[in-house]
C-alpha cells in the first residue's frame, strides 16, 4: 500500500512538467545570477588559488545550488499533499481500508525519492558545469561524501518543510510558502550574496540556521577538490561560507551533521504529534 | 428481507449547528436506496458519516452488521464510493488510478489485475485504460469514478449524485450503467441525486430536510400521498364548462385555454368526464411525478 502511495506520488511529480520546473527554479536563477554577475563577484575570493580559481569558485556556487535543490525540489514533491487535500482526493484515501499514518508517510518518503533524485540530477549537472569550465570531475571518496550529504540534506529539508506544509490547507498558501522558501533560500544558504559579506547579526542567524549548514558540508567537501581544506585560508573560508567560525572555534563535519540530525528528529517529531492529533475532519 | 444499512438517532452537529438532528432508516440487501434533500438539508453529512468520514456524535449505525466506529477498517472494505467530485489523478492513466486505488484493500497482484479487468468492462471502459484521466470526457470519467468504487467488489456502493453535470444522452448511459450494476451484480446501491426521473426509480426513498427525515416510502407511496393528480380539460366554451364546474362545486384553476381540475386518484376522473362530455374538445389524465412529491414535502425545488 505505502510502496503503491509512493510509487504513485512520484509519477504524478514527474508528470507535472510546470511543478518539476518550479521546483528547480530556484537552483535555475541562481546559475543564471552566476553566470551573469555573481561569478565575477566571488571571483577575487579565489584569486589565492591562481589557475585554479575558477574551479574554485565553481565548485563552490554550486555545492549551493545543489543544497538549495534538496530544498526547493522536497518542497515541490510535498505539493502533493495540499493538491490531494484541496482536491478532495484525500477522501477516497480515507475511506479505504489504509490506516492514516501510511497516507502520510507516502508523502514523506516520495518526498525524499523525488528530493534525492533531483538533487543528484542537479549534482550531475553542475559536475558538467565545472568540467566544461576547465575544473576537474569529483573523487570516487568526494562522490560517495556529496551523496551522503544529498541524501541527508534531502532528509532534513523533508521533515523540517513537511511540519509546515501538513498545516497547510488551500494551494495557495501553499503557493506563498513555495514563492517565500525559492526566495530567500538563496539568501539563507549564503549564495546572491557571500555570508562573509552581510552583517554580524545576520551572518549569527545564517549559521545557527540548519539548512545552511547543508550548504556548508558540501562546499567543504566540493571546495575540498580544488584546495585541501587546511590550506584553505580562514577569511575565504569565512567569507564564502564554507566553513562557519564561532569566534575562533571552526564548526567542525560532525556538529554541522549532528546539527541536521536533531533538526531532523525535532521536526519529524512535531509533524507526527501533528497528524496524529489531527483526526477526522470535524 | 435484510438490512445492509442502519441508522438509529443519529446525530450531528458542526459545533453550534445541528445538521442532523436524529434520524433512523435502513436500507436493504440488494435494493436501489434514493436519499433526496435539498441543499443543506443534511444530506452530505449523513453520507460522510456513514462513510467513515466524519465523527457522529450520538446515534448508531451498522453497516452489514458492523458497527460504525468500531469495525471501520471492516467497514471500508465493504463499500464502495463515487464522490461528487472527482478523486482519481488527472495525469495517470485510468489503469493506473484503478492499481494504485485497488492496491488499498489488500489483494494479491493476480486478484488485483484480475479485479482491474473486471471493473474495466462492467463500466465499459476497457479500451480507455492507457488514456489519462485528465483526457476524458465528463460521462468517461464518471465510469471510471465507478469502476474505481468497484474495485474491491464492495457489497455496497454509494453514488453521490452520480449523475449531476452530465449531458442527458450520457447521463442515460451512466444511468443505465447504474442500474445495470444492482440489477445483476447484487450490490446495494445508495443513491443521491437531484434527478427526480432516477429517484423515481429507486425501490426506496428518504427525504432529508433540516437535518430530519421528513417523508420515506416507496417512489409509489410518496408520489400517491405527497403530489396530486389532476385532469386537465380543452374547453370548446370556456362559460359553459367553468359553470359545470361551479355546479357541482369542483375546485379548478385556469391555464391559458386549459382548466386543471385536481384530482384524488385518477378515476375519479371519468365521472367528470362524463359531465362534460359535449363541452371539451381534449382531455389529458396527469398523474403527480416524483418533482411534485419533492416539492410537496419539503416546499422547495430540488435544484437551486
Redesign the interface.
Known sequence: MILSLVRRNIKLYFRDKASVFFSMLSVIIIIGLYVLFLGKMVQGSGDFAGEAARFLTDSWIMAGVIATATVTTTLGALGQMVDDLTKKINRDFETAPIDRWKIVISYAISSNVIGILMSSFTFVLAEVYIVAYGGEIVGFIALLQILGLIILSTITSSAFLFFFVSMLKTMNSFSIISTIVGTIIGFLMGIYVPIGALPTAIQGFIKVFPPSHMASLLRQVMVNEVVAMEYLPREVSEMLGIQFYFGDTVTSQFSSIMILVTTTLVFFGLSVLIVSKRKREA | MEKIIEVKNLHKS?GEVQAVKGIDFYVETGKLFAFLGPNGAGKSTTINVI?????YEQGEVTLDGLKLGVDD??I??Q?G?V?Q?S???N??TVE?NL???G????LDSKSLEQAIEEALKVTDIYELKNRRYGQLSGGQRRRTDIA?ALIHRPKILFLDEPTTGLDPQTRKSVWNMIEHLYKNQGVTVFLTTHYMEEAAKADYVVVIDNGQIVAKGTPIELKDKYSTDSLQVKPINKHEVINLLKKEKLDYSEISDLLVIPLNSTIEALPILKLLDGAISAFQVLNGTMDDAFIGITGKEMRE
Open positions: 458542526y462513510c467513515t468520514l466524519l465523527n477498517a471492516k471500508r472494505q463499500i464510493i464522490f467530485d478523486v482519481l489523478d495525469l495517470l493506473e492499481r494504485i486505488r492496491s488499498f484493500y489488500g474505481r
